[in-house]
């Protein structure tokens, strides 16, 4: 079974701190991860995926199957920066992409 | 730009209704997604098509069915809602070649008194 945990319901950062948003799996497999944001009165919407490597709107994640993660982070975060954020996988073999539950990040000014 | 439209914003039904959500996407996807978001939960897979009259049960499909007679239209149906239907419904699209990178509607939410 593949599963997606989120250990933070809320994070709450000053604005220009660095952020750390953490999700860990469980995946038998060779897993694709990815992050969707959903900022306020917004859709749902793909952030980024693991495989592309690269950085959107400055933030970054790294796959690290030893540790079983795939943690987003931003060096300074911005106001703009405050949505709902949800680390999910996709699983090949049953065609599910699974969420994890979210954590809504707040930054203040 | 990939738009995908879901019929209500809000809907309010009673105990006992039958319920349709509608949704309707414009890129020529081949498969649609129904989910449910609820705070705490987080998005969970009710059914998903990867065909016209083709469905999969996702991981929460009780008390729900589906129906895709057109490739640009899936709709969900709550044969006899329930107050634990009370939900956020969220429809999704994606390319055969890139299921995972859905494409979502804006929300349905769903009262059921």
């Known amino acids: 079974a593949q599963r997606v945990t989120q250990p933070e319901k809320l994070l709450s950062v000053f604005k220009g701190a660095p952020v750390e948003l953490k999700c860990n799996y469980s995946y038998s497999g060779s897993p694709e991860l990815f992050w969707y944001v959903q900022y306020s009165r917004q859709r749902l919407q793909l952030l980024l995926r693991h495989i592309s490597r690269e950085s959107i709107k400055g933030f970054t994640a790294d796959l690290n199957k030893g540790e079983t993660s795939f943690h987003l982070k931003k060096p300074f975060a911005q106001e703009e920066d405050s949505a709902m954020y949800y680390c999910?996988?996709?699983?090949?073999?049953?065609?599910?992409?699974?969420f994890g539950k979210g954590t809504l990040l707040t930054v203040n000014p | 730009d990939v738009k995908v439209t879901q019929s209500s914003r809000y809907l309010v039904k009673r105990t006992g209704e039958k319920v349709f959500l509608e949704c309707v996407q414009d890129?020529?996807?081949?498969?649609m997604f129904w989910y449910r978001q609820d705070p705490g939960l987080g998005l969970r897979l009710i059914y998903f098509s990867y065909d016209v009259k083709m469905k999969e049960k996702g991981d929460i499909p009780e008390g729900y069915s589906v129906s895709r007679e057109k490739k640009e239209r899936f709709s969900l149906i709550l044969e006899s809602a329930s107050t634990n239907q009370t939900s956020m419904y969220l429809c999704?699209?994606?390319?055969?070649?890139?299921?995972?990178?859905?494409?979502f509607g804006p929300g349905t939410r769903l009262t059921v008194t």
């Open positions: 890129m020529d996807h081949e498969n």
């Open positions: 999704a699209s994606s390319l055969q070649g890139r299921p995972y990178e859905q494409y």
């Open positions: 999910a996988l996709w699983g090949r073999s049953n065609y599910k992409l699974t």
